[in-house]
């Protein structure tokens, strides 16, 4: 006899728009990344937080690399990546381990994303630093872009410039940080981030270096408004943002937040050319799109 509990996910499940439900990609790619990341004990945030694109991804030879282990010093009440207890120790061999995966896979395309670490001092960003290093001494030819948190660990401003000119200076392709949602629900959504701190991060970035192309994403459904989104999206621009992704939140589990609204494709078509008539350059905006979704292709 199912649980209460499972017969509320199955309910979800069969409420879930028909555009939301897609093939997951074929098996045999899917497998060999698992195989390979779970050899070197490593992550993908497209496998820890159950990614919908994650077979296209792999057969357009790219993929997303999660740093620092798989525990997360915050608690976004969306968020699929495990939390609640005390983070992993650095692994001093992780950039090695991801370098010889991108080498193997033959990956043309790396993001490097990492668990909030607000127990190191630096946020994690020379762990950031060291994996692009070794990335590159293995595979020149692979271009990186870097999808990180705040660094806001309690240093206070001069410690989070000092770590996010560390990674400017490694030269990223592109230099990604999600604002998630609008302001008005942050402190709801991101437990422990603030939406001015987030536009700041961009801001600074830019202000380091200019040349550098920023990005950042939102997810839809938490109960938002299109003219709150169109705000968000001016706010991004008023920091010199270049790029934005634009995808529909889907609750990983019943303790996460519930979905308030699923969003059109029709929607999202016009969200999208709005974010191009407000100036952004590159756009994607649909039901599955994520952070890295065709990161690749810009």
Same mark, same amino acid.
């Given at each position: 006899? *199912?649980?209460?509990?499972?017969?509320?996910?199955?309910?979800?499940?069969? %409420?879930?728009?028909?555009?939301? #439900?897609?093939?997951?990609?074929?098996?045999?790619?899917?497998? %060999?990344?698992? &195989?390979?990341?779970?050899?070197?004990?490593?992550? %993908?945030?497209? +496998? !820890? =937080?159950?990614?919908?694109?994650? $077979?296209?991804?792999?057969?357009?030879?790219?993929?997303?690399?999660?740093?620092?282990?798989?525990?997360?010093? &915050?608690?976004?009440?969306?968020?699929?990546?495990?939390?609640?207890?005390?983070?992993?120790?650095?692994?001093?061999? !992780?950039?090695?381990?991801?370098?010889?995966?991108? &080498?193997?896979?033959?990956?043309?395309?790396?993001?490097?994303?990492?668990?909030? #670490?607000?127990?190191?001092?630096?946020? =994690?960003?020379?762990?950031?630093?060291?994996?692009? +290093?070794?990335?590159?001494?293995?595979?020149?030819?692979?271009?990186?872009?870097?999808?990180?948190?705040?660094?806001? =660990? $309690?240093?206070?401003?001069?410690?989070?410039?000092?770590?996010?000119?560390?990674?400017?200076?490694?030269?990223?392709?592109?230099? *990604?940080?999600?604002? +998630?949602?609008?302001?008005?629900?942050?402190?709801?959504? #991101? #437990?422990?981030?603030?939406?001015?701190?987030?536009?700041?991060?961009?801001?600074?970035?830019?202000?380091?270096?200019?040349?550098?192309?920023?990005?950042?994403?939102?997810?839809?459904?938490? =109960? @938002?408004?299109? @003219?709150?989104?169109? @705000?968000?999206?001016?706010?991004?621009?008023?920091?010199?943002?270049?790029?934005?992704?634009?995808?529909?939140?889907?609750?990983?589990?019943?303790?996460?937040?519930?979905?308030?609204?699923?969003?059109?494709?029709? !929607?999202? %078509?016009?969200?999208?050319?709005?974010?191009?008539?407000?100036?952004? *350059?590159?756009?994607?905006?649909?039901?599955?799109?994520?952070?890295?979704?065709?990161?690749? +292709?810009?």
């Amino acid at each position: 006899m *199912n649980s209460p509990q499972q017969v509320d996910i199955k309910s979800e499940i069969m %409420t879930m728009p028909s555009w939301l #439900r897609r093939p997951i990609g074929k098996a045999s790619e899917i497998s %060999t990344v698992q &195989r390979i990341i779970k050899q070197r004990q490593i992550h %993908t945030i497209c +496998e !820890e =937080g159950r990614c919908p694109n994650r $077979g296209e991804c792999y057969a357009q030879k790219t993929a997303t690399f999660l740093l620092m282990g798989p525990t997360c010093t &915050r608690a976004c009440a969306f968020c699929q990546v495990d939390k609640g207890h005390a983070p992993m120790a650095l692994d001093g061999e !992780e950039p090695q381990k991801v370098a010889e995966s991108v &080498r193997l896979l033959g990956l043309r395309y790396v993001v490097l994303t990492s668990v909030a #670490r607000d127990d190191l001092a630096d946020g =994690g960003a020379g762990h950031f630093v060291r994996t692009m +290093e070794t990335i590159r001494q293995m595979n020149p030819d692979t271009q990186i872009e870097v999808l990180t948190s705040d660094f806001w =660990g $309690g240093g206070g401003v001069a410690v989070q410039r000092h770590s996010l000119a560390m990674i400017i200076q490694a030269q990223p392709a592109c230099f *990604n940080h999600n604002v +998630e949602t609008v302001g008005r629900l942050t402190p709801t959504v #991101r #437990r422990g981030a603030k939406y001015e701190r987030s536009l700041a991060v961009l801001a600074t970035v830019k202000e380091l270096n200019d040349q550098l192309p920023t990005k950042s994403g939102v997810m839809v459904g938490h =109960g @938002e408004t299109m @003219e709150e989104l169109i @705000e968000t999206m001016a706010d991004l621009r008023s920091v010199k943002c270049d790029r934005l992704t634009i995808g529909q939140y889907m609750r990983p589990s019943l303790d996460h937040l519930p979905v308030k609204k699923y969003w059109t494709p029709a !929607e999202f %078509t016009e969200l999208g050319n709005i974010a191009k008539e407000m100036g952004f *350059n590159h756009v994607r905006s649909g039901p599955l799109v994520r952070s890295s979704y065709h990161a690749g +292709e810009e």
